[in-house]
């Protein structure tokens, strides 16, 4: 039992939010871990690391950059995954230290959403040096349809975490993280 708030006080939305993102967290942290192993593995064949280094000409700064670092990436996403998952288990427990990191990681998930469609819509496609009668009008639509998508679930997903972390600091919130006789967690 948590020495902060009583369980008879503790807010159920709190429990349930702290347990959706103690799935998501894990699930997240299992999945990039089995992508770096399956990267190192890959890596490991001498075609496969010669191939990734000729492709990565013909490709845009950005992506190069991205595929020059990968290992970087791959252990940026394991690592906001992780804490994710440890935040979520700590907010379950109301560690106030658990909830600021939980914003912090909620931030910065937001951040690098609206980074990533930022830096997609300034990756030109492959098919702009193929004149544009030769695209199929149905690989147009998909791609108009693919950035839609993105832009959706970006503009979605960074509403709701900035909902939660309104939430996380409304100070209604923070007394659950407070001990019974003190002030409000900052």
Same mark, same amino acid.
Request: some cysteine; glycine content about 4%; charged content about 10%.
């Given at each position: 039992?948590?020495?902060?708030?009583?369980?008879?006080?503790?807010?159920?939305? !709190?429990?349930? =939010?702290?347990?959706?993102?103690?799935? /998501?967290?894990?699930?997240?942290?299992?999945?990039?871990? =089995?992508?770096?192993?399956? *990267?190192?593995?890959?890596?490991? @064949?001498?075609?496969?690391?010669?191939?990734?280094?000729?492709?990565?000409?013909? @490709?845009?700064? !950005? !992506?190069?950059?991205?595929?020059?670092?990968?290992?970087?990436?791959?252990?940026?996403?394991?690592?906001?995954?992780?804490?994710?998952?440890?935040? +979520? $288990?700590?907010?379950?427990?109301?560690?106030?230290? /658990?909830?600021?990191?939980?914003?912090?990681?909620?931030?910065?998930? /937001?951040?690098?959403?609206?980074?990533?469609?930022?830096?997609? !819509?300034? =990756?030109?496609? /492959?098919?702009?040096? $193929?004149?544009?009668?030769? =695209?199929?009008?149905?690989?147009?639509?998909?791609?108009?349809?693919?950035?839609?998508?993105?832009?959706?679930?970006?503009?979605?997903?960074?509403?709701?975490?900035?909902?939660?972390?309104? *939430?996380?600091?409304?100070?209604?919130?923070?007394?659950?993280?407070?001990?019974?006789?003190?002030?409000? +967690?900052?």
């Amino acid at each position: 039992m948590n020495a902060t708030t009583p369980i008879s006080q503790r807010s159920t939305m !709190l429990s349930v =939010i702290a347990w959706l993102f103690i799935l /998501a967290g894990g699930f997240s942290t299992l999945a990039s871990l =089995i992508q770096g192993l399956m *990267y190192v593995r890959m890596l490991s @064949m001498p075609i496969m690391h010669q191939a990734m280094h000729e492709g990565a000409q013909h @490709m845009p700064f !950005l !992506l190069q950059l991205l595929f020059e670092h990968f290992r970087l990436y791959l252990f940026f996403i394991f690592s906001l995954s992780f804490a994710t998952l440890t935040s +979520a $288990i700590g907010l379950l427990k109301r560690n106030n230290q /658990a909830r600021q990191v939980f914003i912090t990681v909620l931030i910065v998930v /937001a951040i690098t959403l609206l980074a990533a469609f930022i830096t997609q !819509l300034s =990756i030109r496609p /492959a098919t702009d040096n $193929i004149p544009s009668a030769q =695209i199929p009008t149905e690989a147009k639509t998909m791609m108009r349809a693919m950035k839609g998508f993105f832009f959706i679930v970006t503009f979605s997903v960074s509403c709701l975490f900035g909902w939660l972390v309104a *939430y996380l600091t409304a100070p209604e919130t923070r007394r659950e993280f407070t001990k019974t006789d003190g002030p409000p +967690a900052p």
